[in-house]
Structures are given as C-alpha cells and as structure tokens.
C-alpha cells in the first residue's frame, strides 16, 4: 500500500516517472527525475511498501548513518511533489526501481494514487542503448497511442512491439485510464551506456521542456555532459577500431537527422532560448 504523508491540493498537476532497471541505460531517465526534484525543490509525501513489490536479494536495503545514528534504508518507489513557479501547474516526481513482482497491483497503485491526486498528464521517461555517437546530439523520441496526444504535442506514433518494462506498463494502463500519456525515450550510445550519461539525462530534460512549455533549470548538466564528452573522446583516441566505429556512427546520424534542420525545428530551439533567457533576467 501507499503510504502517504499530507497531501496538498495540486494545480492541473502532471506526473513525471522513471525507474531504475531496465529502462534506464546510463541512468540519464532516474537521473533526470532526481534532477527535477532537485531544481524544483520536491517534497516527497508518498511511498509504497517496498515489502509487496521487491526482490531484497536483488534491491538489498542499505546501512546508512543519518545524525550519527546507523539505520536501514529500505529503496522502494517514492513519490515527491513539486510546484515550480515558471510552470504553473504542479509536478508529481515518481523515482523507483523496477518491480520484481506484482507489476499489475504495483501499477493500479499508481494509477489509483494519480486520479485521486487529479493528473491530467502522465509523462514516463526512459532510456535505452542504441546504435548512435556521443558526439552527436542524444535523440530523444516522445511517443503517445492517443491521436489527439500526439497532435497536440507534434509527437510521433508507438509502433515498438516486443519486451516491455515498468515504463512501458505505466504509460498503457495511464492513456487506459484517460490520461494524457507520454513516453519519452533517449537513445544512449551502447558503446557508453554502462556508465552514468549526464548528455543524455540534459536531452530528456530538454524534451521534456518542450513538452511543458516551460524552461527548466540546467544546473551542472551541461557542464557535465561536455565532461563525459570528453572522457568517451579520450577513449576513442586511444583505440583506431573504436574511433572509426565512432565516425562510422556519426556519419550514418547525420544523414538520418538531416530533416531536422528544419525551419520549424529550428524556431522551437529559438523560442526555448527565448524562454530560457527571460528565466535568467538580463546579464
């Protein structure tokens, strides 16, 4: 069961949820999450007894030492609320681990917790490793069943079939049960996908930008994904095989993406930019 603490009332609230696991290569999917309830300043008022839905061989509990004082921390799903100013609605941050079991009461959970909360919007958010270059920009797909989602958002049709995670059970039983549901997926080079991707996590950050209509503070993360940049780069320049798989990626990326440099592709940039500065104020 959900064990929630106060809950205030939410404006038009949305959901934001990843999960640790199948559907997080490079971590960049939970590590946005955390991003967002770090710059947002998320509050957590619920959690789910991780009793009913994990493996504790698989996801151990951890020995921490909080005020001096040793003590279990047991890692479930847990849900946060955020009310950034510049959105105008309110956020609902879902971070979690994979179910080992029970999926389908693990999901009716969540779904329960989000129409009793009235969410309007259910975002899920991947990623997963795929045949493309670090040096290239991470692509990120946002995909929805609903035809009127995807007019809305300019998104394009799911037409994946085959083995599924959490991730892709949350986002069918939210547009079952009359959400706006959302998947967004960022592509991570599997060359570099077992290490943390801060390039990729910025990329989904900036989908979800899009998607929000609203700019969301970067923080560290560009800084940090040229950094990761870097360290692939250095590894590349020590192994010929690896360097010319690399331009062989890069090559076959940029023919693929040369739609994109659109002039609709090329306004919205311009018009997140727009946004981002009037956030920052005049230098």
């Known amino acids: 069961m959900i064990e929630l603490e106060d809950v205030p009332d939410l404006r038009n609230p949305v959901v934001i949820a990843a999960f640790e696991g199948w559907n997080d290569a490079g971590e960049a999917a939970t590590a946005a999450v955390d991003h967002l309830a770090e710059v947002w300043e998320a509050e957590p008022i619920a959690a789910l007894d991780p009793e009913d839905y994990y493996d504790f061989q698989v996801n151990r509990p951890r020995a921490v030492v909080d005020e001096g004082r040793r003590r279990i921390h047991w890692r479930t799903t847990r849900i946060l609320i955020a009310r950034p100013s510049t959105l105008g609605r309110d956020v609902v941050l879902i971070q979690g681990i994979e179910p080992s079991f029970r999926w389908r009461a693990f999901t009716i959970e969540l779904m329960e917790f989000a129409q009793e909360a009235g969410v309007e919007a259910f975002f899920t958010v991947g990623a ?141 940039e311009f018009e997140r930019y727009l946004r981002r500065r009037g956030e920052e104020g005049p230098a």
């Not at 990761?228 to 192994?239: F, K, P, Q, S, Y």
């Open 128 to 268: 997963l490793m795929a045949d493309v270059a670090h040096t290239r920009p991470i692509p990120v797909t946002a995909t929805s069943d609903s035809e009127d989602v995807m007019h809305r958002y300019d998104l394009e049709p799911s037409r994946y079939e085959g083995p599924t995670g959490i991730v892709g059970v949350l986002a069918d039983a939210a547009a079952q049960a009359g959400l706006e549901s959302i998947s967004c997926w960022a592509a991570v080079p599997h060359y570099a996908g077992h290490s943390p991707s801060p390039k990729a996590t910025l990329a989904l950050i900036g989908r979800l930008e899009e998607l929000l209509d609203a700019p969301i503070p970067h923080g560290d993360l560009p800084e940090e994904a040229r950094a990761w940049e870097r360290g692939i780069n250095e590894l590349a320049d020590t192994d010929d095989e690896v360097a010319e798989y690399v331009q062989s990626l890069e090559e076959a990326q940029d023919t693929a993406e040369l739609p994109e440099a659109s002039g609709d592709a090329i306004a919205r």
